[in-house]
């Protein structure tokens, strides 16, 4: 992919990003390197002036963000990411605002999966802690019953413990068979998870592997990992 925000100049220069079911593909990079534009031209947020996004064997270029969530992309924003006034269980049902089936056992596999969110699913969302706000944020996203699942960084401003059983959820889900498109701040503990990796400098790619593949480089160890 290469493009940019409306007519502005190009932030992503050939990028390739692929993830496969069961997989979970971490974008890791400086600030700046356009972690998030590039999954954000996943989603159709930006124009791809050239390159193609597809999924599931689709050519989904030409979609709305919108279209591309009815075709099976689930998308959890960095920020803004639930709807604080409502309780937990109406952020899952507004999840699953385009599904016409019973949603009623996906919601109790989100719950399965974020037992909190069960505990706490008649209180508003807004009044919850930052690392159960992200469960709701991610639950909300699998009521689509996605085909791919993209988080913008999911551990943002949460403490290391919050972290760490969020990178634990993330995992579950991935096991169900959902690939799992992530950008990442905290590098490291991203790779460590990581089947496929990405660590994007100024829009391309710089370094492509697995996660420990990446994890043992020296000079992605030197450049982005602290040595």
Known sequence: MTGGYGK????????????NPGEIAVIVGPNGAGKSTAMK???GMLNVRSGRVVLDGEDITALSPQARVVKGMGFVPQVRNIFPSMTVEENLEMGAFIRKD???GTMEQVYD??????????????????????QVAVGRALMTKP?????????????????DELFDRIIEVSRTGIPILMV???????????DRA???VQGANAHTGTGKELLADPEVRASFLGG
């Open 8 to 19: 502005g100049p190009d932030i992503l220069h050939d990028c390739t990003i692929a993830v």
């Open 41 to 43: 031209a996943v989603f």
């Open 102 to 104: 019973d949603i009623r």
């Open 113 to 134: 999966l974020f037992p909190i969110l069960r505990d706490k699913r008649y209180q508003a969302a807004g009044e919850l802690s930052g690392g159960q706000r992200q």
């Open 147 to 163: 085909k791919v699942l993209m988080l913008d960084e999911p551990t943002a401003g949460v403490s290391p413990i919050v972290m």
């Open 184 to 194: 990442e701040q905290n590098a490291k503990q991203a790779l460590n998870i990581a």
């Open 198 to 200: 990405y660590v994007l």
